[in-house]
Each structure stands twice: as C-alpha cells, then as structure tokens.
C-alpha cells in the first residue's frame, strides 16, 4: 500500500512539476530498489522501460524481460502481456521483426485467453506492424482492422492514433496512397485532440510522404515543414533524420538536387551517429540519385554499395529494393545493360514479394527501357504492358512515363495505330498532371475545410450523446451547433473563391509577363541580326579596299562566320521559340547561304538531316553552323577535281544511336592528304573547328574515300 501511495505521489509529482525525463527515470529507480513487492516492482520495471529513450535499447529489453518474469510470478495476466508488447516494441527498433512478430503473437494468445481486449488491440497493432515490415501485407491489414475494432470497442480512443498512423504507412507499402491518407488524416485528428505531439509528428511526414507520391508537392513540404518543427522542438534526431530524407527527396523531385543532396548528406550524419542502418541505406541511395543529377559520376558506384550493403544488414526487403532500382536505373543511363538487368532483376523480385504494385510498375518500367535499348522489343511491351494494368488507377506521372516509353515501342514495331493511340493518352495525362499542380493550393485549402469538417462532426457527435441524456438543452444546443457549422462552412466558402480570385489574377498577370519576355527576347534576337549584318557589311567594304590577297581572304571568312551567326538569330526571331531553332532550315539556308558567297548555285550542296526531334538548342546549333561554315568553305576552296564544275558537297546530320548524333560533311574532290587550308592542323580553321568540337563534348576525324570526309560525333542531352 505504501508502495502505491509513493509511486502516485511521484506520478503526481512529475506532472505539476514538470520533471525532466530523468529524474522521471531516477524516481522510478529510487521505487524498484526499495520495492519488495514482485507485482508492483513488475510495474516500475515496465513503466522506466518505456521512459528510457527508444535508442536505449539494451535498457528498455532489459526492464521489460525482467518485468515479465515478475508478472509471471505473480501470476499478472495482463502484466505479461503489455511487457511482452514492449519487448516486441524493442525487436522492432533493432529491425528484428520475425522475433518481434513471434513475441507479439505469444501476447495475443495470452490475452485471448483471459479476455483482455485491450491487450488484443495493442499485440493485433504490433502484429499489423511487423507483418508489413516482412512485406505481408495483406495480412498486416487484417490485424490492423481487427485492432481498431476492439481498441474502438474498448473506449481507448488516444490509442487509436497509432494504430492509424501504422495502417497509413502500409498503405503506403502497398502504393494505396490515397487510402493511406484518409487514415492518417484520423490519427492527426486524434493525435491533435490529445496533444500527442511526437506522434502528430510523424504523422504529418507519413501524409506528406503519400502526397508527394501523388505530385501534390507543395502541399508534401508543408506537412514535412510542421513534422520538423515539432521533432526539433523534441530534440527527435531519429524522426529529423528520416524528414531530412523526405526533403530532399521533395527537392529531387523538383530538380533541385543540389538542396536534395545538402539533406541527405545531412541525414547520413545523423543515421550514423545512431547507427541507423535503414536510415543510412536510404540516405545513400538517395544522395547518389541527386549527385547523378548534377552530373557528379564519379562516386556513385561508391553511394550505391554503401546503401545496398547497409539494406543487406537488415530486413527491410522495401529499401534493398529501392536501393537496386535506383543502382540499376543509374548502370542503363550509363548504357552498363549486364550489370543494370541484375539489379533490376534483383530489385523486382524484392518488390514482387512485398507486393507493391506501384514500386513494382516502376522497376518493370526500367526494364523495358534496358529491352528497348537491346533491341529487344517484344520483350520490353511486356514488361510495359504488366506495369501499365499494375498502375492502373494512378492517372500520376509514373503512369504518363510508362505511357510515352510503350509508345516509343508501338511505333519501332510498327503498331503505328497503337503508337498513335498511346501517345494521346501521355499528353492527355500529362496535360490533366500539369493543370492539377496549378490548383495546389485551393486543393490545400479544400483538405484543410475537409480537416475541420471532420472536427465539427466530431463535436457534433458528442453533442448528440449529450442530449440524449440532457433532454431539456436538446433544441438549443442543436441550434447552436448548426449556427457555428454554417458560419464555419459560410467562412471557408469567402475564402475559397478570395484565395481562387487571387490565384486567377496573379497567374494573368504571370501570363503577360511572360508574353513581354518572350517579344523582348525576339527583339534582342533581331537586334544582333541587325548588328551582325552591319559588322558584315563593314567586312565587305574593309574586303574591297583591300589589296592583299591573305587580308583580303582573312577578312572574308570572318564574315562568313558572322553572317552563320546572324542566320541562326534570324531563324530565333522567326519562331515561335526563343531558344531553339529549326536546324534543318538553319542548315538548308547556311549552305545556300555559302554556296551564294562562291557564286555558285545551291545544288551544289546537299543537306540531310535524320533526328527524331529536328528542333536544338542555341546552344548546339551555333558550333555546328560555324563547324558546317569552316568544313563547306574549304571544300569549295581547297577541294580539286578532274572538271571543277563537278564539285559537290555533302552536309549530313544524323542520330548514331539512342544518345550520340554524327555530323559528316564529305566532298567528291581528289583525295590529297596534304591539302592547304583546313588540313593544316596549324591552320586557323582548323583551330575553331577543333574549339567547337571540345565545346560540344565530341570526338572529329577525317577519311579520304571518294574525295574528304569529316566525321563528327557528339552527345546531345
């Protein structure tokens, strides 16, 4: 009795005092050394277990297993189960869930059998949670649901939150993300009623994590944003770790991986420091996708091992499989397709066992692509076509990749109907994703109404609890109720359409500005034509006057270089784009353009051109006007033939393969390996030509078969 009265006097204690959470720990361990009592030290043991903080977790085993011998001495029924709860709650911080799940079916059984609901409900969550974590889950949902019946039934509505949250995040696994919002939308409502704040936390980075799987980014960053606020004002570095994570996986998805990768680096320090094998296989899994994005090659292979090895060191089939997918989607962008097929291969058999459908689209998706590129195209409309029925319901941005890449191989195989068909349904998707992230933030503002619906309904229920036994208040408070409703609904209502009105007016006026850009951009554009055509001109007459035949051809050639240059704003102004030009046309008038200037007709210059996507950037069409500028010019200079008027030139660009594209500008003229001009390596132009050549990341040489052949080749992204 003694022991009683004491352990509520602390409880009591703690509580206005505000204890911190040691002396919380020394108190208790004051109790249990003075305690003769097995029951009651049982309770001690239990209750410092779970005041220990969750890295502690030799300390928190120790307490409970100890706790669990004394309640079995003392023939505590319910006592062995809620230790033998929290010794499957250890298990699962150190990841060993068969033994978690093991422990946690032994309570069920227990209390089953002496009729303690409550224990059911806490041994059915744990139960849900390890199964999910071993990739049941299926079976994980059926504990779940059995769970909050009898924690429902039972009254324990606070403990409900957890289980919520729990079922959100398998959910989650099983890429029901729509579902899984709905029940963590019920456990922050429950968490927020209680003031359980650790748990709202994590709650919040569970709901962000789903939007951000259904694009909805802005408002995943929101909800990640309130999540670290209150884990730093925890001082949670667990919970900071895995939102790190989720922020820069935001910012991945947003291509800023250079923010991505100061939080994941940020995250490595932290899992390191507790020894957070999950957290560290994640963090550098996604560091190395970020740093392929910024085009920082050289360590990645390094990230990737360090992710699958530290996934390899635990049971989380779901991040060895991620961190496979990732490794081998980075080995097919670097055309590695042996070592890219393991990690795929390895990666969806993982995902096929967890079953999750979405994950598993996405792997199959990647395959297709490693078929496509290997010719194999039968094989790759397979693994299209089963990802496609997996996805089915997503309408998402995983769906529209999935659908512009079977497309590609509809039309390689000549299903060009199929091709056709296919191809509508991407840009309709992806025209439905695009008009959905303008709206984010009324979308923002309609879950927060369906928020404090769902609050109002709430209060209204326990209204109507109370007036059935408050029969003489029954009207007035009804009323009172429907009046604050409809104020709050009246409310939400005017600031929808301000927020909707203000939305409209902003993006008019975004619109208008982007129209001046653009005309400004075109009047620059005209503007260095005219100013180019001006500095020809002057060329010209400087030409005339001039009497030295090697100053008279100097200044020549400058001319034509700036007159490729001019040509190529002209086209920029004549377009519809700013930055891209039509490099067919380009390429057909610059050749007339030379032609012109030797006084020759345009026919002696026959230009190809073979990309899937004629349009290219300024930033590639320049050095390839001014290398087709020098390559033409010395053919009609320095090139000989038998009958001088026989003379023709080719200027031909093509697609060599899936990333590289081959420019060849050949001549029918004598072979002569030693012609003046543009072979001397010395010369002039053959140093701009070999200036533009590095500037475009490519490789030239030359052949001489039926007169000159220049080859260049290049990557263009």
């Given at each position: 009795?003694?022991?009683?009265?004491?352990?509520?006097?602390?409880?009591?204690?703690?509580?206005?005092?505000?204890?911190?959470?040691?002396?919380?720990?020394?108190?208790?361990?004051?109790?249990?050394?003075?305690?003769?009592?097995?029951?009651?030290?049982?309770?001690?043991?239990?209750?410092?277990?779970?005041?220990?903080?969750?890295?502690?977790?030799?300390?928190?085993?120790?307490?409970?297993?100890?706790?669990?011998?004394?309640?079995?001495?003392?023939?505590?029924?319910?006592?062995?189960?809620?230790?033998?709860?929290?010794?499957?709650?250890?298990?699962?911080?150190?990841?060993?869930?068969?033994?978690?799940?093991?422990?946690?079916?032994?309570?069920?059984?227990?209390?089953?059998?002496?009729?303690?609901?409550?224990?059911?409900?806490?041994?059915?969550?744990?139960?849900?949670?390890?199964?999910?974590?071993?990739?049941?889950?299926?079976?994980?949902?059926?504990?779940?649901?059995?769970?909050?019946?009898?924690?429902?039934?039972?009254?324990?509505?606070?403990?409900?939150?957890?289980?919520?949250?729990?079922?959100?995040?398998?959910?989650?696994?099983?890429?029901?993300?729509?579902?899984?919002?709905?029940?963590?939308?019920?456990?922050?409502?429950?968490?927020?009623?209680?003031?359980?704040?650790?748990?709202?936390?994590?709650?919040?980075?569970?709901?962000?994590?789903?939007?951000?799987?259904?694009?909805?980014?802005?408002?995943?960053?929101?909800?990640?944003?309130?999540?670290?606020?209150?884990?730093?004002?925890?001082?949670?570095?667990?919970?900071?770790?895995?939102?790190?994570?989720?922020?820069?996986?935001?910012?991945?998805?947003?291509?800023?991986?250079?923010?991505?990768?100061?939080?994941?680096?940020?995250?490595?320090?932290?899992?390191?420091?507790?020894?957070?094998?999950?957290?560290?296989?994640?963090?550098?899994?996604?560091?190395?996708?970020?740093?392929?994005?910024?085009?920082?090659?050289?360590?990645?292979?390094?990230?990737?091992?360090?992710?699958?090895?530290?996934?390899?060191?635990?049971?989380?089939?779901?991040?060895?499989?991620?961190?496979?997918?990732?490794?081998?989607?980075?080995?097919?962008?670097?055309?590695?397709?042996?070592?890219?097929?393991?990690?795929?291969?390895?990666?969806?058999?993982?995902?096929?066992?967890?079953?999750?459908?979405?994950?598993?689209?996405?792997?199959?998706?990647?395959?297709?692509?490693?078929?496509?590129?290997?010719?194999?195209?039968?094989?790759?409309?397979?693994?299209?076509?089963?990802?496609?029925?997996?996805?089915?319901?997503?309408?998402?941005?995983?769906?529209?990749?999935?659908?512009?890449?079977?497309?590609?191989?509809?039309?390689?195989?000549?299903?060009?109907?199929?091709?056709?068909?296919?191809?509508?349904?991407?840009?309709?998707?992806?025209?439905?994703?695009?008009?959905?992230?303008?709206?984010?933030?009324?979308?923002?503002?309609?879950?927060?109404?369906?928020?404090?619906?769902?609050?109002?309904?709430?209060?209204?229920?326990?209204?109507?609890?109370?007036?059935?036994?408050?029969?003489?208040?029954?009207?007035?408070?009804?009323?009172?109720?429907?009046?604050?409703?409809?104020?709050?609904?009246?409310?939400?209502?005017?600031?929808?359409?301000?927020?909707?009105?203000?939305?409209?007016?902003?993006?008019?006026?975004?619109?208008?500005?982007?129209?001046?850009?653009?005309?400004?951009?075109?009047?620059?554009?005209?503007?260095?034509?005219?100013?180019?055509?001006?500095?020809?001109?002057?060329?010209?007459?400087?030409?005339?006057?001039?009497?030295?035949?090697?100053?008279?051809?100097?200044?020549?050639?400058?001319?034509?270089?700036?007159?490729?240059?001019?040509?190529?704003?002209?086209?920029?102004?004549?377009?519809?784009?700013?930055?891209?030009?039509?490099?067919?046309?380009?390429?057909?008038?610059?050749?007339?353009?030379?032609?012109?200037?030797?006084?020759?007709?345009?026919?002696?210059?026959?230009?190809?051109?073979?990309?899937?996507?004629?349009?290219?950037?300024?930033?590639?069409?320049?050095?390839?006007?001014?290398?087709?500028?020098?390559?033409?010019?010395?053919?009609?200079?320095?090139?000989?033939?038998?009958?001088?008027?026989?003379?023709?030139?080719?200027?031909?660009?093509?697609?060599k393969d899936r990333k590289r594209v081959e420019l060849v500008v050949s001549d029918n003229g004598l072979?002569?390996?030693?012609?003046?001009?543009?072979?001397?390596?010395?010369?002039?132009?053959?140093?701009?030509?070999?200036?533009?050549?590095?500037?475009?990341?490519?490789?030239?040489?030359?052949?001489?078969?039926?007169?000159?052949?220049?080859?260049?080749?290049?990557?263009?992204?």
């Amino acid at each position: 009795m003694k022991v009683k009265l004491l352990l509520v006097l602390v409880i009591i204690t703690m509580y206005f005092k505000g204890y911190t959470q040691d002396s919380k720990i020394d108190s208790l361990s004051r109790l249990i050394s003075t305690s003769a009592d097995d029951n009651e030290k049982a309770k001690l043991l239990f209750m410092r277990s779970k005041s220990y903080p969750a890295s502690e977790v030799e300390r928190n085993m120790a307490d409970a297993s100890e706790a669990l011998i004394l309640f079995k001495k003392s023939n505590n029924f319910q006592g062995q189960v809620d230790a033998m709860v929290q010794i499957s709650n250890v298990y699962a911080r150190q990841n060993k869930f068969p033994q978690a799940l093991e422990t946690s079916q032994k309570a069920l059984e227990l209390a089953r059998q002496h009729d303690y609901p409550v224990g059911q409900a806490y041994a059915l969550n744990n139960i849900g949670r390890n199964l999910a974590q071993m990739g049941k889950l299926e079976e994980a949902g059926e504990a779940y649901k059995e769970a909050v019946r009898l924690m429902s039934k039972s009254g324990n509505e606070k403990e409900l939150a957890d289980i919520y949250n729990r079922m959100g995040i398998m959910y989650f696994r099983s890429s029901n993300f729509n579902r899984a919002i709905e029940c963590l939308d019920s456990a922050a409502m429950i968490a927020s009623k209680y003031n359980i704040e650790l748990l709202l936390a994590y709650i919040y980075m569970n709901k962000a994590n789903n939007l951000s799987e259904l694009t909805r980014y802005d408002e995943a960053l929101d909800y990640h944003l309130k999540s670290i606020a209150i884990k730093e004002k925890l001082k949670d570095q667990k919970g900071l770790l895995q939102s790190y994570n989720n922020m820069g996986n935001i910012y991945n998805l947003l291509d800023q991986p250079d923010k991505a990768s100061d939080y994941y680096r940020e995250s490595i320090k932290v899992a390191s420091k507790l020894e957070n094998k999950v957290s560290l296989g994640l963090s550098y899994s996604n560091l190395a996708v970020a740093l392929e994005k910024m085009n920082r090659n050289d360590s990645l292979d390094y990230f990737f091992g360090q992710s699958i090895a530290n996934f390899e060191q635990t049971s989380d089939k779901a991040g060895l499989a991620l961190a496979c997918h990732n490794y081998g989607n980075t080995l097919l962008n670097q055309n590695e397709y042996k070592k890219s097929d393991e990690y795929l291969t390895k990666a969806l058999t993982l995902r096929r066992e967890i079953k999750a459908p979405f994950d598993i689209a996405s792997t199959l998706h990647l395959l297709g692509r490693l078929e496509i590129d290997r010719g194999n195209l039968e094989k790759a409309e397979q693994y299209l076509q089963e990802a496609l029925i997996l996805i089915e319901d997503e309408n998402g941005k995983r769906e529209a990749d999935i659908l512009k890449t079977i497309s590609i191989v509809f039309r390689e195989r000549g299903k060009l109907q199929q091709a056709y068909s296919t191809l509508e349904d991407y840009v309709s998707l992806k025209d439905s994703i695009i008009t959905e992230s303008k709206l984010l933030k009324v979308q923002q503002l309609q879950a927060d109404y369906d928020m404090l619906k769902k609050e109002a309904e709430l209060v209204l229920e326990k209204k109507d609890n109370e007036i059935h036994r408050l029969a003489a208040i029954r009207q007035k408070s009804r009323a009172f109720l429907l009046f604050i409703i409809s104020i709050l609904m009246v409310s939400l209502a005017v600031i929808l359409v301000i927020v909707f009105l203000k939305k409209k007016k902003y993006a008019d006026k975004l619109m208008q500005k982007n129209s001046k850009i653009e005309a400004l951009n075109k009047e620059i554009h005209h503007r260095v034509k005219n100013n180019l055509q001006i500095v020809s001109g002057l060329l010209t007459l400087h030409s005339i006057q001039t009497e030295d035949s090697k100053t008279k051809q100097a200044i020549d050639e400058g001319r034509t270089r700036l007159d490729s240059i001019s040509l190529l704003h002209q086209r920029l102004y004549q377009s519809d784009s700013v930055t891209q030009v039509e490099i067919r046309e380009y390429i057909e008038n610059l050749a007339a353009l030379i032609a012109g200037s030797f006084g020759l007709p345009t026919n002696k210059i026959t230009t190809k051109v073979n990309l899937d996507n004629t349009y290219m950037d300024v930033d590639y069409a320049v050095p390839i006007g001014l290398i087709v500028n020098e390559l033409v010019t010395n053919a009609f200079k320095h090139a000989t033939v038998d009958e001088p008027s026989g003379l023709t030139i080719l200027v031909d660009l093509h697609k060599k393969d899936r990333k590289r594209v081959e420019l060849v500008v050949s001549d029918n003229g004598l072979p002569k390996e030693n012609k003046t001009g543009i072979a001397e390596n010395t010369s002039f132009g053959m140093t701009l030509i070999n200036t533009l050549v590095r500037q475009l990341d490519g490789n030239m040489s030359r052949s001489y078969h039926n007169g000159t052949v220049f080859t260049i080749d290049f990557t263009m992204n």
